[in-house]
T-cell receptor, first 110, second 112 residues
Framework: GESVGLHLPTLSVQEGDNSIINCAYS??????FIWYKQESGKGPQFIID?????DKRQGQRVTVLLNKTVKHLSLQIAATQPGDSAVYFC?????????FGTGTSLTVIP | NAGVTQTPKFQVLKTGQSMTLQCAQD?????MSWYRQDPGMGLRLIHY???????DQGEVPNGYNVSRSTTEDFPLRLLSAAPSQTSVYFC???????????FGEGSRLTVL
């Protein structure tokens, strides 16, 4: 089966600092990747996505980087705010199936 | 738009009982899917559908059935519940199988 892993299960950052959450994926045939944010008791919310023909994509305060050579995905959050505290999941898509990582819990320290 | 609506939000079952988790979306999405979320395991795909009348198995399909008679609805059936099916279940939909997934709020199921 697919294997989507996250390098760190927890991450604590000071408010205002930048956050970087990493993710490794195993299937080189995966062609679409998404980052989700999940707050306690809620469903995952879309943050940003990237297709395999791109290396970088930027959104509002977030950037996703894709390194296909080493099968690595990262999410960068600029000027992290207390509202960014949540669990973050990466997901890869292959043949209409999404495979999710186990999540990284981000805590923002005021 | 309501988005993706799941019912019930909470359910307690006894081992061997059956039940259906309902999922409806009003975004005219062709793709719908069910996931279970367990502590430390992330979200795992149970079943998915790329359109009405078409369903397929995901990573963990055993013990679950689905059907897709309309574009809007994608119910998940547990025919004989087991304690191992205690989990939080999420339904998600997308325009296609390779686009942003929109998730429901989840259904927390406990099997005693």
């Amino acid at each position: 089966g697919e294997s989507v892993g996250l390098h760190l299960p927890t991450l604590s950052v000071q408010e205002g600092d930048n956050s970087i959450i990493n993710c490794a994926y195993s299937n080189s045939a995966s062609d679409y990747f998404i980052w989700y944010k999940q707050e306690s008791g809620k469903g995952p919310q879309f943050i940003i996505d990237i297709r395999s023909n791109m290396d970088k994509r930027q959104g509002q305060r977030v950037t996703v980087l894709l390194n296909k050579t080493v099968k690595h995905l990262s999410l960068q959050i600029a000027a992290t705010q207390p509202g960014d505290s949540a669990v973050y999941f990466c997901a890869e898509n292959n043949r209409n199936q999404f495979y999710f990582g186990t999540g990284t819990s981000l805590t923002v320290i005021p | 738009n309501a988005g993706v609506t799941q019912t019930p939000k909470f359910q307690v079952l006894k081992t061997g009982q059956s039940m259906t988790l309902q999922c409806a979306q009003d975004m005219n999405h062709e793709y719908m899917s069910w996931y279970r979320q367990d502590p430390g395991m992330g979200l795992r795909l149970i079943h998915y559908s790329v359109g009405a009348g078409i369903t397929d198995q995901g990573e963990v399909p055993n013990g679950y059935n689905v059907s897709r008679s309309t574009t809007e609805d994608f119910p998940l059936r547990l025919l004989s519940a087991a304690p191992s099916q205690t989990s939080v279940y999420f339904c998600a939909s997308s325009y296609s199988g390779t686009g942003e997934l929109f998730f429901g709020e989840g259904s927390r199921l406990t099997v005693l």
